[in-house]
């Protein structure tokens, strides 16, 4: 079974930064894209920010110039910068392994940005 841990969330002040990480276990992390998602209280979940098993990236037009998704093979995790955060931003993020037809989530990790 898939397993996905998120970790580096937390309370941070307008035009702030946070690193938040996933680490996966149980994977053939190599085929899978990777991607972020979030949802904040009321909302559908959205994706954040993508990358796929050749390292090419995509992202929400809300997001684009502030958050930086990466991924290290050899750690098995994926990382999303965020910089220049907005209260807006405020949401669980949620960590996702895509493959074929197979979608594997994380638990989440709450990212709260304050004005």
Same mark, same amino acid.
């Given at each position: +079974?898939?397993?996905? !841990?998120?970790?580096? /969330?937390?309370?941070? +002040?307008?035009?702030?930064?946070l690193r938040l990480s996933c680490a996966a276990s149980r994977i053939? &992390?190599?085929?899978?894209?990777?991607?972020?998602?979030?949802?904040?209280? /009321?909302? +559908?979940?959205?994706? !954040?920010?993508?990358? $796929?098993?050749?390292?090419?990236?995509?992202?929400?037009?809300?997001?684009?110039?502030? &958050?930086t998704v990466s991924r290290d093979k050899a750690k098995k995790t994926v990382?999303?910068?965020?910089?220049?955060?907005?209260?807006?931003?405020?949401?669980?993020?949620?960590?996702?392994?895509? &493959? /074929?037809?197979?979608?594997?989530?994380?638990? /989440?990790? +709450? !990212? $709260?940005?304050?004005?």
């Open positions: +079974q898939v397993q996905l !841990v998120e970790s580096g /969330g937390g309370l941070v +002040q307008a035009g702030g930064s053939v &992390f190599s085929v899978y894209a990777m991607g972020w998602y979030r949802q904040a209280p /009321g909302n +559908q979940r959205e994706l !954040v920010a993508a990358i $796929t098993s050749g390292g090419s990236t995509d992202y929400a037009d809300s997001v684009k110039g502030r &958050f990382y999303l910068q965020m910089n220049s955060l907005r209260p807006e931003d405020t949401a669980v993020y949620f960590c996702n392994a895509h &493959f /074929g037809s197979r979608d594997d989530w994380g638990q /989440g990790t +709450q !990212v $709260t940005v304050s004005s």
